[in-house]
């Protein structure tokens, strides 16, 4: 991370400290500064935290299913009777209307067509869905840096071609390409060489919605690249001897480091989106494993009859999505207050 | 100019290529996709499985299916191979809904990302700006399936403020039509109205401090002509830029979300079904047509630019 001297005055950055020998002055790093900067963002910093706690209550799902809710996330229990409040009731009424929630251990959110405990399918699903975000947002990343490195460095045809492919992804329907990509995987499952996916695993769902999001990644760190490619540094690196490999690995990705922590955590919060969209739509996580968006996709078939099964996992993306969103814009500000880095969505 | 728009043209039809290409092999070389075996059903012999293949066109080398399928599209003959139904007309007969539904999606969210946008900016930092920001923050948060089911549940079910149903055609009642798009437009624009109005606001705070607006003000004149005439004017360039490419998307399967929901029988609705029966040539062509629009807007972009910016003509540097 290469900052100028004169581009340390940047506004809602603390001052430098006045009146003391410049030799006490204690150098700053910019990771050190960009957590200052942060630090001053409270909403940020709230929002990080709600992230951290839904992560930490999916993550709490086993003990939850074993010592409150005894089941779990994919056990039916459609015949089964429950006490709630002295009296035995049945966990799916005979017109097929599932417990609501009420403040009981079992069934806390209710059950649902198949009498199984939302509240652990919740907290399963939760794990499902922000894993499936997570490993997502790392293939793009992983795949975007290496295209737009490859492009930034070579230029030439090397960037046309890649370009061009771009183009294609781009141009692409998002939501038509993961569904045609979901259903046709899912049959046979996925064989790249020594690498084999079976159909219903969820590595299906997090390669496409990592592969879909490439493009709109990759772009504006080639358009980094490029412009740093330019800089002196490189052109010193390349006097003194290092290869390609050095230069791209050991001079351009340490200066594009911060675009990318700011892509990674905005992607994550779109891959959630897409995941819920894909497996809402059939072609994402399959049955019986429970993600947020498959919970929203079953319990859409009872809407009228148990609207908690639609309205309670759609809340938990909103408020993961919206904590990712929010913390991953006070990221940005901290960390490049005046670049405009933008994913679009 | 010329060699530009001949230049853009062919590189649109070549992008149209390729993903025709790409469908088609993806349905083509993954394994156990082999549409024979799937129409001629669960338990069927090699030799029924042979004759549907042969029905079907699929003996042939891949090329050659490629070609008469790409005839059959152009010529409007494509059959799906589930229902046997013309897939072009079939799409035809989605466009109608799809189109009614993306143009007034289109309308609102302009509409009111431009008005939040501005009301932002000049509220910068007080009460009007953090309620927009938090609610455009959560329109951009929200899966549109969600909201959809959500509205359709509270609005017509519990209160049955608006009719269900499924799309009626414009021609046929006006008042019918209106009244049954309402919440898949609003459901629609929820999204980009988030995303718009939070770019204008800070395009606008950017532009305010530059010194074509200083100017402005020197002259004389009043804060509120600044604003719109300068300020607004020239933050909408980006935001036109970015309604062209997604417009397209929307009209290229983004839809296909609220189409489903709100059971308006679109193309994206068609498309859903295409794609729960692995049927391959509405696959084939809703992608296409999808593609087909997005490429066509990005062009379009490209055009306004390089109409307003000679360099991009000249050169190859396109706009980030």
């Known amino acids: 991370m290469v900052v100028p001297v004169g581009e340390l005055e940047v506004p809602g950055e603390p001052p430098l400290p006045t009146g003391v020998p410049a030799s006490q002055i204690q150098g700053r790093n910019p990771w050190?500064?960009?957590?200052?900067?942060?630090?001053?963002?409270?909403?940020?910093?709230?929002?990080?935290?709600?992230?951290?706690?839904?992560?930490?209550?999916?993550?709490?799902?086993?003990?939850?299913?074993?010592?409150?809710?005894?089941?779990?996330?994919?056990?039916?229990?459609?015949?089964?009777?429950?006490?709630?409040?002295?009296?035995?009731?049945?966990?799916?009424?005979?017109?097929?209307?599932?417990?609501?929630?009420g403040l009981h251990g079992q069934y806390l959110l209710g059950a649902d067509q198949n009498g199984r405990d939302v509240m652990v399918r919740l907290m399963y699903g939760g794990r499902t869905s922000i894993y499936i975000g997570l490993a997502a947002a790392a293939v793009t990343t992983v795949l975007s840096v290496i295209v737009a490195l490859l492009a930034g460095y070579y230029r030439g045809w090397i960037d046309s071609v890649l370009s061009r492919i771009m183009d294609v992804i781009w141009a692409f329907p998002v939501l038509l390409l993961g569904i045609a990509l979901g259903t046709a995987l899912a049959i046979g499952g996925l064989k790249i060489g020594p690498l084999a996916i079976a159909g219903d695993s969820i590595w299906i769902p997090i390669m496409i919605i990592g592969f879909v999001y490439v493009p709109y990644m990759a772009r504006p760190i080639r358009g980094e690249i490029l412009a740093l490619r330019e800089k002196e540094f490189i052109e010193a690196a390349v006097a003194q001897g290092k290869g390609p490999l050095r230069i791209m690995f050991s001079e351009l990705l340490p200066n594009i480091i911060s675009t990318i922590i700011v892509f990674f955590t905005l992607n994550i919060a779109n891959n959630m989106l897409l995941e819920s969209a894909l497996s809402f739509l059939g072609a994402g996580v399959r049955p019986p494993n429970a993600s947020w968006g498959t919970m929203i996709a079953d319990g859409y078939e009872m809407i009228y009859t148990a609207p908690h099964l639609t309205i309670v996992p759609g809340l938990m993306i909103i408020a993961t999505v919206l904590s990712l969103n929010v913390f991953g814009d006070g990221l940005r500000d901290a960390l490049d207050p005046r670049a405009k880095i933008r994913l679009e969505h | 100019?010329?060699?530009?728009?001949?230049?853009?043209?062919?590189?649109?039809?070549?992008?149209?290529?390729?993903?025709?290409?790409?469908?088609?092999?993806?349905?083509?070389?993954?394994?156990?996709?082999?549409?024979?075996?799937?129409?001629?059903?669960?338990?069927?012999?090699?030799?029924?499985?042979?004759?549907?293949?042969?029905?079907?066109?699929?003996?042939?080398?891949?090329?050659?299916?490629?070609?008469?399928?790409?005839?059959?599209?152009?010529?409007?003959?494509?059959?799906?191979?589930?229902?046997?139904?013309?897939?072009?007309?079939?799409?035809?007969?989605?466009?109608?809904?799809?189109?009614?539904?993306?143009?007034?999606?289109?309308?609102?969210?302009?509409?009111?990302?431009?008005?939040?946008?501005?009301?932002?900016?000049?509220?910068?930092?007080?009460?009007?700006?953090?309620?927009?920001?938090?609610?455009?923050?959560?329109?951009?948060?929200?899966p549109v399936f969600w909201l959809a089911a959500i509205l359709l549940y509270f609005l017509t079910f519990k209160i049955q403020l608006f009719p269900t149903g499924s799309y009626v055609p414009l021609t046929e009642n006006p008042v019918g039509w209106a009244s049954h798009l309402i919440l898949p437009w609003f459901t629609l624009a929820v999204l980009f109205v988030g995303f718009y109005s939070r770019m204008l606001r800070s395009n606008m705070l950017d532009a305010m401090n530059e010194d074509y607006v200083r100017t402005a003000r020197a002259k004389g004149l009043s804060e509120r002509q600044v604003r719109i005439r300068h300020v607004l004017r020239n933050s909408m360039i980006p935001i036109v830029t970015l309604f062209g490419l997604d417009f397209g998307q929307v009209v290229g399967g983004g839809a296909i979300l609220t189409e489903t929901v709100y059971n308006l029988n679109g193309v994206g609705l068609y498309a859903?079904?295409?794609?729960?029966?692995?049927?391959?040539?509405?696959?084939?062509?809703?992608?296409?047509?999808?593609?087909?629009?997005?490429?066509?807007?990005?062009?379009?972009?490209?055009?306004?630019y390089a109409v307003l910016d000679p360099r991009i003509r000249l050169g190859e540097a396109a706009p980030a």
């Open chain 1, 32 to 101: 050190y500064l960009a957590w200052l900067r942060l630090r001053r963002n409270k909403v940020a910093l709230v929002c990080g935290a709600v992230f951290v706690l839904i992560v930490l209550f999916c993550l709490a799902a086993p003990l939850w299913a074993e010592h409150v809710a005894h089941t779990g996330p994919n056990e039916n229990h459609i015949t089964e009777k429950v006490v709630i409040d002295g009296q035995p009731t049945n966990v799916v009424a005979p017109d097929g209307t599932p417990i609501g929630p």
């Open chain 2, 272 to 304: 859903g079904e295409a794609i729960r029966s692995l049927d391959l040539p509405p696959l084939i062509g809703v992608t296409l047509f999808g593609a087909f629009f997005i490429v066509l807007f990005n062009t379009i972009v490209d055009f306004a």
């Open chain 2, 1 to 142: 100019m010329a060699r530009f728009i001949v230049r853009r043209l062919l590189g649109m039809i070549a992008v149209l290529f390729a993903i025709s290409v790409i469908v088609f092999l993806i349905f083509n070389v993954i394994p156990n996709s082999d549409p024979a075996a799937r129409i001629a059903g669960k338990n069927a012999d090699p030799a029924l499985i042979a004759r549907v293949s042969a029905d079907l066109g699929l003996d042939q080398p891949l090329p050659v299916q490629y070609l008469t399928m790409m005839k059959q599209i152009f010529t409007g003959q494509l059959m799906s191979y589930a229902k046997d139904r013309n897939v072009v007309q079939q799409i035809w007969d989605g466009v109608p809904a799809t189109f009614s539904l993306c143009i007034g999606a289109a309308v609102i969210w302009m509409a009111l990302a431009v008005l939040f946008g501005y009301m932002s900016a000049i509220h910068a930092g007080k009460f009007t700006d953090r309620a927009l920001t938090i609610l455009s923050l959560v329109g951009i948060s929200m």
